[in-house]
């Protein structure tokens, strides 16, 4: 089947075929000879129906492939060959007495995002939101922005490759897109490719299958910038070790930047060979920390900023900086529920209103801290013995800081005002509840005490 074939039959009579021939042009030019040799060059061409282009495929790898890689740039092709195209379909084609004939197994009705590895719109895989003005910086990732922007900024770099490592959500890829938009912006023929180490695999088991690892060498390693993400998932993957390692040793010998993510550092990467291991070491290695309290209000802050519907109160930000510990990704997300709903039912976000929206993600980021250990913990940060703060005694030296274990308790914990209570020597449900209120509104004008919460907060939180 060639890439002029198939048939028009049932289609709309008055759409020419021959805009097929010049979309094949446009991808070559774009593409490349040998991409549309491996791609575009297997699949027949039926007309339009009702707006939607009819194309088969031979092989439902090759439907894929290409719905994945090039179905919204062949849209693009079709659409300024003719206006009143609306959609692509793809669909498998069999073979019936020599004739080709379409399946009925359909192409996936919306194609999944174009890599940015492809070429065609190098930026299209980039999410727009992922910028260095949108990136928060703390202590936990100031090295990794640096660097980051240094890559991004000038092209005299003493470290390559630049390796950043971090659990889920920390801020990897924010980064990675970053430096693609900026390198774009400031330079826009420099040729950036960003892709997983997932779909690097992918296609390199393609280039194998099509006996095309020429046009895979060529695409990969004639880049000014590469940037790979989640390299660990190549452990184990021997074949595309060796491809990765080649091409990663031309890329920095003619002095292409590279820069590459993973959840661990390069000494703690299981399954990957030793001397890849090694080369990742030979740059920067920078290390994403999880974030801090104040990091996480931080970007709290400048998110709720963004949004002009709804104001959201300090001490809801403060909340969830204090509760969603897990990652920027589901804190981030944790905030956008709650400014979704208040904007849906037409309600001012309180505390209470965050906390029954939820209640779900919060037991779930629970910290597991106890009693026990916040009250050490007061007690030890005020000199006091344990003993002391447990007491009867009501001397304000020792009393403060039983109120102050009492807030601590009621913020870091899931425990009820009466639980707590009874851990504090038996007292009231209404005891604990003066004394979370008393320390609420001395943090307003107290700025020592303010200070000393702050530090005990971030020594539990660990």
């Known amino acids: 089947m060639g890439a002029s074939g198939g048939v028009a039959s049932k289609m709309d009579s008055s759409f020419d075929a021959s805009p ?61 060959e003719d206006p009143r195209i609306k959609s692509l379909s793809i669909r498998l084609a069999i073979k019936r007495a020599g004739v080709d004939a379409r399946a009925a197994e359909p192409a996936p009705a919306t194609p999944i995002e174009v890599d940015a590895s492809t070429g ?19 202590k936990s990732n100031e090295l990794a922005y640096a660097a980051a922007k240094r890559i991004a900024e000038t092209d005299d770099v003493t470290f390559n490759p630049l390796f950043l490592h971090g659990g889920v959500g920390l801020g990897k890829t924010h980064l990675m897109h970053a430096i693609a938009w900026e390198v774009k912006r400031q330079n826009p023929t420099k040729r950036v490719v960003y892709i997983s180490a997932e779909k690097f695999m992918f296609e390199f088991i393609a280039a194998l299958r099509f006996k095309d690892t020429h046009a895979f060498k060529q695409k990969f390693r004639a880049v000014d910038l590469l940037m790979v993400d989640d390299v660990q998932f190549i452990a184990n993957k021997e074949s595309t ?9 031309a890329l920095v010998d003619n002095r292409c930047q590279v820069v590459i993510t993973a959840d661990r550092s390069p000494t703690d990467l299981e399954g990957i060979q030793e001397r890849i291991i090694s080369r990742l070491g030979w740059g920067l290695v920078a290390d994403i920390h999880p974030t801090d309290y104040e990091l996480r209000l931080g970007i709290l802050q400048s998110k709720a900023e963004q949004s002009d519907d709804v104001i959201v109160p300090a001490e809801v930000l403060e909340f969830l900086a204090r509760r969603i510990t897990s990652n920027v990704r589901e804190l981030e997300g944790a905030l956008n529920r709650v400014m979704a709903y208040a904007t849906l039912v037409g309600r001012p976000i309180t505390m209470e209103m965050t906390r029954d929206v939820l209640q779900d993600l919060i037991r779930a980021n629970d910290r597991k801290l106890t009693i026990d250990e916040i009250q050490r913990a007061v007690a030890d940060y005020f000199n006091l013995r344990l003993a002391e703060m447990l007491s009867e005694r009501r001397a304000r030296n020792i009393a403060r800081p039983r109120q102050v274990a009492m807030y601590l308790s009621k913020q870091l914990t899931s425990r009820s005002l009466p639980e707590i209570g009874r851990r504090f020597g038996g007292r009231d449900h209404t ?4 004394a979370v209120r008393k320390i609420e509104d001395l943090r307003r004008d107290d700025s020592q005490l303010d200070d000393d919460i702050s530090r005990l907060t971030r020594l539990l939180e660990g």
């Open 241 to 249: 070790q060796e491809e990765f390692f080649h091409t990663f040793n």
């Open 120 to 138: 065609a719109d190098e930026s299209a895989a980039l999410d727009p939101k992922y910028t260095f003005d949108s990136f928060v910086v703390g």
């Open 431 to 434: 005891t604990v509840m003066h």
């Open 20 to 80: 097929w021939p010049r979309v094949c042009d446009k991808f070559k030019h774009e593409f490349g000879q040998d991409a549309y040799k491996t791609w575009l060059g297997q699949l027949g061409y039926n007309g339009v129906d009702s707006g939607t282009v009819e194309l088969t495929a031979p092989t439902k790898f090759v439907r894929d492939w290409i719905n994945r890689h090039y179905a919204p740039r062949l849209k693009d092709f079709f659409l300024a």
